[in-house]
């Protein structure tokens, strides 16, 4: 596996930039992603050769050809390849530290590069290897039961009731199929403790309200 960052210093300011509505990455998770559009191929075969870093940033509306990108996404590196008989990619991402996006280069790759800024997000380089203060995971497990219920999805319970709070908190961010707002407001909490109260109320309001039928299931 390719080191993974332990300072600021390591990660470059100019990264690609990989757009991505309803789609997150974090600090210490990690994101499978099936690479096919040209444009990303070209993207991770760069990245592969260099740095292997890549910044996944919701997109805010704009045009689809070239959506309005969020202020903050995340950027992580490519600790998993492999390429498909038709010619995808299949890779996992794992996130490495948040960044603020500060200018969009001018560049003639077919893939888009910013320049970042990972100040105000230097704790994320740092893990959480203790318990979390306060976390009431048995009110986080109901609030999840209600949801993934009423949404007829399933998860894999075992590792749900065993992992840490953080790996479970990240985890159930990235992967429930919340609005592109709410993904964004538990990608933004300032804090592990933020981003679990985040979580628990998005998934009580949820719950509170009839689920859109037509949403997707990504975790079936």
């Given at each position: 596996m390719p080191r993974i960052a332990t300072r600021i210093s390591d990660l470059s300011e100019i990264v690609p930039v990989f757009p991505l509505s309803g789609v997150i990455l974090l600090p210490r998770a990690q994101l499978p992603l099936n690479i096919f559009e040209p444009r990303y191929l070209n993207m991770v075969d760069d990245a592969m050769a260099g740095d292997r870093l890549i910044a996944m940033v919701q997109t805010t509306g704009g045009s689809a050809v070239r959506p309005d990108l969020a202020g903050i996404g995340c950027v992580g590196k490519i600790t998993s390849f492999s390429e498909t008989g038709d010619g995808r990619?299949?890779?996992?991402?794992?996130g490495l530290c948040r960044a603020r996006l500060i200018d969009e280069m001018p560049v003639q790759s077919p893939y888009r590069q910013c320049r970042v800024d990972y100040a105000d997000?230097?704790?994320?380089?740092?893990?959480?290897?203790g318990d979390l203060e306060g976390f009431d995971r048995a009110r986080l497990i109901k609030a999840l039961t209600l949801y993934l219920r009423r949404r007829e999805l399933e998860i894999d319970w075992d590792t749900a009731d065993q992992a840490p709070p953080e790996p479970l908190i990240n985890s159930l961010?990235?992967?429930?199929?919340?609005?592109?707002?709410?993904?964004?407001?538990?990608?933004e909490a300032p804090s592990l403790a933020a981003r679990a109260e985040a979580l628990q109320a998005v998934l009580e309001i949820d719950t509170a309200i009839d689920p859109d039928d037509g949403g997707p299931s990504f975790m079936q």
């Open positions: 990619y299949l890779i996992t991402l794992t997000f230097e704790d994320d380089l740092t893990p959480d290897d961010s990235i992967a429930l199929p919340f609005e592109p707002a709410s993904k964004q407001l538990l990608l």
